[in-house]
C-alpha cells in the first residue's frame, strides 16, 4: 500500500518505520512548511495518508488531501469543533476519514471496559467517579483526546453525570479530569469510582508510542478500498 505521512514528528516517525516494516511504502512526506506537496504526484499516489499535525492545521490538511481524493486517517486531537465539515464531506461528497483519539489496540479494549463497568455503577450512586490523565511536557491539548472519549462515554451510561469538567473540583454532576503534564510520559489514564467504603479504579499505562503507531497503520490497512466516516469500533467490532 502508498501512505503519505502528514506531520513527521515523532509519532510521523514512528508510523514510517512500522509501515515499512509491514511491506508499505511511503511515498509523500509533508511536514510543516511544505503545503505544496498535497498537489504533487506522489501525494496523488497515496491510497491513504496518515495525519499527525496540530490542532491547527488538521482540518486544512484535510480538506487539501480530499481535494486530491486521498483518504485520510488522522490522530490529532483537539479540532473537533469542526468535525461536521469532515463528516458531511464524507456523506455529500465521498470522502473517505477515519478518526480516533486515540488508536492503540490496547487503549480501544479500555474503551470497551469503560463503557461497560460506567453500565455497572449507574445503578450505584454511592460512588462518585472522576479521572485522571498524564501525558508528556510536549502535548498541546488537555484534557487529551482519550481522556474525552473515556468521559464521554461515562457520561452516555451514568445518568447522574451530565457533563465534564478539566480540574480537581466539579458540581456534582460533572465528571473532573485532571490533566498532568510530566516529561516524556507517553500516556496514562485512570477512571476511579469512590464511595465512602471503598475505591474502584481502572487504568490504561502506555510503555511507548509503538502501540499508537501500529494501531494508525493497521487503521490505514482497513480503510483503503472504503468510503464514509470511519473509526475504531468499525475495524475492532466491539
Not at 473515556?150 to 454532576?173: C, F
Amino acid at each position: 500500500m502508498n501512505i503519505a505521512l502528514i506531520g513527521y514528528g515523532k509519532m510521523g516517525r514512528e508510523i514510517e518505520t512500522i509501515a515499512r516494516e509491514r511491506k508499505h511504502d511511503i511515498v509523500c512526506i509533508i511536514d510543516i512548511g511544505q503545503a505544496e506537496k498535497f498537489d504533487s504526484p506522489e501525494f496523488r499516489s497515496a491510497d491513504v495518508a496518515i495525519e499527525f499535525s496540530t490542532p491547527e492545521s488538521a482540518p486544512d490538511n484535510y480538506r487539501r488531501a480530499f481535494a486530491q481524493n486521498v483518504a485520510v486517517v488522522s490522530g490529532t486531537t483537539g479540532w473537533l469543533s469542526r468535525l461536521d465539515e469532515v463528516k458531511q464531506a464524507c456523506e455529500k461528497e465521498g470522502k473517505t476519514f477515519f478518526y480516533a483519539s486515540n488508536f492503540s489496540v490496547g487503549v480501544n479494549i479500555f474503551f470497551a471496559v469503560n463503557r461497560y463497568l460506567a453500565k455497572i455503577m449507574n445503578r450505584f450512586p454511592g460512588y462518585d467517579v472522576r479521572m485522571e490523565e498524564t501525558h508528556h511536557i510536549h502535548k498541546l491539548d488537555a484534557p487529551s483526546g482519550t481522556a474525552i472519549t473515556l468521559a464521554e462515554d461515562i457520561i452516555e451510561n451514568i445518568e447522574r453525570k451530565t457533563g465534564w469538567k478539566l480540574g480537581k473540583s466539579a458540581e456534582g454532576d460533572e465528571l473532573a479530569i485532571e490533566a498532568f503534564r510530566e516529561g516524556e510520559v507517553p500516556g496514562i489514564h485512570r477512571v476511579v469510582y469512590e464511595s465512602e467504603a471503598d475505591s474502584i479504579c481502572i487504568a490504561h499505562d502506555a510503555k511507548s508510542r509503538r502501540g499508537f503507531a501500529l494501531g494508525t497503520v493497521l487503521a490505514a490497512e482497513f480503510t483503503q478500498g472504503k468510503k464514509g466516516f470511519l473509526g475504531m469500533d468499525d475495524m475492532l467490532k466491539f
